[in-house]
């Protein structure tokens, strides 16, 4: 929105700072931590009246976690209004890319907030029709992709199908153009993102911290990916019009950054399904908008292990009746064990960093 200040810039030399991305990323990141710090303690105090009993703990779920009953969910309304806000201030929302992120973020954050009313309201840890969820979020995610390829392919050069294409890191200009079955492929890497960091969200700040981190990565891929000089120097894609994303996520980091101060142990607050859908989908959405898909299992690899475990254990139990795991998800299966939670949070935000690391070098090792 304040982009249009740049047209004062013949009058005044400062606004021409609002013409640079890094400075409008700086910017959203501060005032999505302000919104978050502003009005963070009168949402968590309203959403703790309202939701009486709070989130409901599962019953075979660590000890542990039992005295956290009554600590209210829906904290991702609280990252939302820190994102949505911060971005409608500092994004250009003439750019297809940051419309279409956004789309999927409110979306996905829509429907997170319906299965967290279901459990505060029904008292259990079962929410949504898991069909129903993942059919709506793959209808929003297909809308998103199916723009975002096409504004892709009618900026690409001629004769060039990068829009429905899939890059491959470590590789240069090498492409699998899928056609129209880009959509599902794009729909498919969102929803899972989002139902990844989903089920990552088991302990007080397990998840906010690798989110900000997988921001922070694609925050400088998408500025990158976005500026042709430099994906050029690189020999990465260059996708016109991602680089204002890098805006998006930095709103993303500041609103985290807010969250986090509240959620630190003992959380005053869960972000709940409201959150971490959202979150999850944001971060797709730009792994498929800068052509990063498969270098987005690199960085959000901590994500991906906690759905891999998901998926082994319940597999291997129907087939055998046992269990790989003590508990998935894996972080829980590490509390079983006999590690505090703090010890797995923080030892899976080490993860997460040394991931990240590993994903930024795919953007030079051609």
Do not use: C
Not at 267 to 285: E, R
């Amino acid at each position: 929105m304040l982009i249009w200040l740049v047209e004062l810039a013949d009058n005044l030399q400062f606004f021409n700072l609002f013409r640079y991305i890094t400075f409008r990323t700086g910017a959203a990141m501060f005032t999505g931590a302000l919104i978050v710090f502003l009005f963070g303690p009168r949402m968590i105090s309203s959403l703790r009246v309202r939701q009486g009993k709070g989130q409901p703990i599962r019953a075979d779920g660590p000890q542990t976690h039992f005295k956290k009953a009554g600590t209210p969910t829906m904290g991702g309304l609280m990252i939302l209004a820190g994102i949505v806000g911060s971005s409608l201030l500092w994004a250009d929302l003439s750019n297809i890319y940051v419309v279409a992120t956004l789309l999927v973020t409110l979306s996905f954050g829509a429907i997170g907030f319906y299965d967290d009313y279901l459990k505060v309201t029904k008292q259990t840890d079962k929410g949504f029709s898991g069909k129903a969820r993942l059919a709506i979020e793959f209808v929003v995610a297909g809308i998103a992709v199916y723009f975002m390829m096409n504004s892709a392919l009618n900026a690409s050069a001629s004769g060039s199908h990068l829009g429905s294409s899939i890059a491959f890191p470590f590789v240069k200009d090498f492409l699998v153009d899928l056609g129209i079955f880009f959509v599902l492929f794009g729909g498919f890497v969102i929803v899972a993102a989002g139902n990844a960091v989903n089920l990552t969200d088991g302990l007080d700040g397990l998840a906010i911290v690798p989110v900000m981190i997988a921001a922070a990565a694609f925050g400088l891929i998408a500025y990158l990916a976005g500026n042709a000089m430099f994906a050029n120097y690189l020999q990465i894609n260059f996708v016109p019009g991602t680089g204002e994303l890098a805006v998006i996520l930095g709103a993303v980091i500041g609103a985290g950054l807010g969250f986090l101060w509240f959620n630190a142990p003992p959380a005053a607050i869960f972000m709940g399904d409201t959150g971490s859908l959202a979150l999850g989908g944001l971060i797709g959405s730009v792994a498929v908008a800068t052509k990063h898909e498969i270098v987005m299992v690199i960085i959000g690899g901590l994500f991906v292990a906690e759905t891999l475990s998901v998926i082994i254990q319940v597999g291997y139990f129907k087939m055998t009746g046992k269990r790989v795991f003590l508990m998935a998800p894996i972080h829980h299966h590490f509390e079983k064990l006999g590690w505090t939670e703090s010890q797995v949070v923080i030892r899976f935000w080490i993860i997460a960093v040394g991931l990240a690391m590993l994903g930024l070098s795919t953007l030079k090792l051609r």
